[in-house]
């Protein structure tokens, strides 16, 4: 993972003490909350429903043991004892104090860590594949870039206050696990005939009310221009997006409206910058600097090739689902890397205690070489286990409770906090989620419906990715009441799921004490009417959605005033 350097900790900690500078004179009602608010946010530091939120950034997922530990800490000290993974591989506290805010930031900034530009309109938290640098796929190992988009992002001024917010993902094996599409910019690495390194550039994806799949730009942007592309694209963003209107601020909406016209205006502006004075260099980025922060990214110390084993010789039954599910194949011949589910009965999803973030710490230094990574899918992997280690791997995930062989099944759900914690939910998140956890308990059964995902919001920002569910669900407000609208046939872009496309809603929406059994209805009527062989994104693509309208009408119960949202 990346190393910092003596500049990287002296800026982070420069900025906790600015922060703190910040937090005391408005404590001290020197600092109006109007400007307090902006500076806070981009800090990370979000005023919730019942207490201060802070995300803090892990960039493209990477985690250390040690960074893990810190954040434990946090939990038990400053919060209630647990924190939240997100969908963009960030980590949300939910009940810290403001006046122990300062402290918290200068905890993080101890183990190289932030909450820059987690919130704000501003480039957020870059994202990638959990798997980059270990995945079997792998073309191009996305780290080393990212870490340079970062770098390059963090507090640029001329995009410190965009229209609104903005959010790039990079991925660089064939299986698309950054869901790209989904994004303002999404980048996927490749080579072109001549075996040289560049990206294929998507521009103006997005969910929220309105849901978008970005569109191809260039095909082809060599890596030492992608900075100067990406400032075309944003800086063109920055001048034409609309700013009278929130709703229809993001660049999804600007590209939707202008098209071919917008394209044209980006590529003029990274032409102007390729022939102006201070752009004519051949590599843009320098080699020396790209090897200097690729020089972060190399194998562990002790990682060897070995020979591969058939991990699943004598499997007992309950180790060969573990081994079927949450173990995935790796580069290096004789590794693994190992999803540590944190979906499990009486825990909202994403969610992980003090206790739990030792623990994983501990198995990352046991198994992994002190390194986890966080998914897209609100669970932690371990990169670099051995094959000969899982059978000891297994036995100690099983203990702690991160063992459920469920990654990619049913209960292994997108869900966001929804109304429990967030200020602009519409409906709470986490019962919804616990109800149907709990109905699909049987491992069996979760066996044979087999791949699905099912993704859970709160409200239309759509924070639990419920347009790109197999299965998506988003709660909304009737006259004060919940509400959860069903929508079937989304997909993240993912070569199981096909291209990435909004699902489509299946009817009126259901009261709160409807929504699971919704959804066990769109489940029966999966198995019922399903071909041999056939995953659940396949039947609803076949068949259509009337059955399952038909199936999910027959549980309505409440007669209140029912719209489709």
């Known amino acids: 993972m990346y190393a910092y350097t003596d500049f990287d900790r002296q800026f982070v900690h420069a900025r906790a003490a600015q922060f703190r500078d910040q937090l005391e004179r408005h404590l001290a009602g020197q600092l109006p909350d109007d400007d307090f608010r902006a500076l806070r946010l981009q800090n990370g530091w979000y005023i919730q429903r019942h207490a201060p939120m802070l995300r803090i950034a892990i960039p493209y997922g990477v985690l250390s043991s040690k960074q893990l530990r810190q954040l434990g800490r946090i939990a038990r000290e400053h919060d209630r004892g647990y924190g939240h993974f ?50 079997a796929d792998e073309l191009i190992d996305p780290r080393p870039y990212a870490e340079v988009l970062r770098q390059w992002s963090t507090l640029h001024p001329e995009f410190a206050f965009l229209p609104r917010k903005f959010k790039i993902a990079i991925s ?18 490749r080579r072109n005939e001549a075996g040289e390194v560049g990206f294929q550039v998507f521009v103006g994806g997005g969910m929220g009310r309105t849901p978008i799949v970005g569109q191809e730009i260039n095909p082809f942007v060599p890596w030492q221009h992608i900075l100067l592309y990406l400032e075309a694209i944003v800086r063109t963003y920055n001048r034409f997006g609309r700013r009278d209107n929130m709703y229809k601020a993001r660049i999804k909406i600007l590209v939707k409206a202008e098209g071919q016209a ?40 002790g990682v060897t090739p070995a020979a591969g084993i058939d991990i699943f010789e004598g499997a007992a039954p309950a180790y060969r689902r573990w081994l079927e599910r949450n173990v995935h194949a790796h580069r290096v011949s004789g590794y693994r890397s190992v999803t540590l589910s944190l979906k499990r009965l009486g825990l909202p999803p994403g969610d992980i ?28 992997l371990l990169p670099w286990v051995r094959e000969s280690d899982l059978p000891a791997l297994y036995e100690a995930a099983k203990a702690q409770g991160f063992a459920t062989p469920n990654i990619g099944l049913l209960t292994d759900m997108i869900v966001c906090p929804g109304g429990d914690f967030c200020a602009l939910a519409n409906a709470r998140s986490i019962p919804v989620a616990a109800e149907i ?129």
């Open 86 to 135: 997100t969908t963009r591989q960030n980590l949300q506290f939910n009940w810290i104090p403001l006046p122990q805010s300062a402290d918290v930031m200068d905890l993080l900034a101890d183990v190289d860590m932030h909450g820059i530009q987690t919130s704000g309109n501003c480039i957020r938290n870059i994202t990638s594949d959990v798997t980059a640098g270990v995945a």
């Open 172 to 189: 660089g094996a064939k299986e698309d696990r950054a869901a790209i599409g989904w994004h303002d910019i999404g980048l996927q690495l």
């Open 262 to 301: 917008y394209f044209d205006a980006v590529n003029a502006e990274y032409q102007a910058i390729l022939n102006d004075d201070a752009g004519s260099h051949e590599q843009i980025i320098p080699e020396a600097e790209l090897a200097r922060v690729a020089a972060s990214f190399v194998e562990p110390q």
């Open 353 to 380: 205690t003090d206790a739990q973030m030792d623990a994983a710490a501990d198995l990352s230094d046991r198994f992994s070489h002190g390194e986890l990574r966080v998914s897209h899918d609100q669970n932690l």
């Open 437 to 565: 956890t709990e109905r699909f308990q049987d491992l069996d059964e979760l066996w044979d419906i087999g791949d699905i995902d099912l993704h859970i919001s709160g409200c239309i920002n759509s924070c639990g990715h419920h347009h790109s569910g197999h299965i998506g669900v988003l709660g909304v407000d009737k006259d004060g009441s919940e509400w959860y609208q069903i929508t079937l046939g989304g997909s993240d872009g993912s070569t199981l799921s096909g291209a990435a496309v909004p699902g489509k809603v299946i009817g009126p929406s259901f009261a709160a004490d409807e929504a699971a059994d919704a959804v066990e209805a769109v489940i029966a009527t999966y198995r019922r009417e399903r071909e041999a062989g056939e995953r659940f994104l396949q039947t609803v693509r076949r068949i259509g959605l009337d059955a399952f309208k038909q199936a999910t009408n027959g549980i309505r119960r409440t007669t209140a005033k029912q719209t489709t949202d």
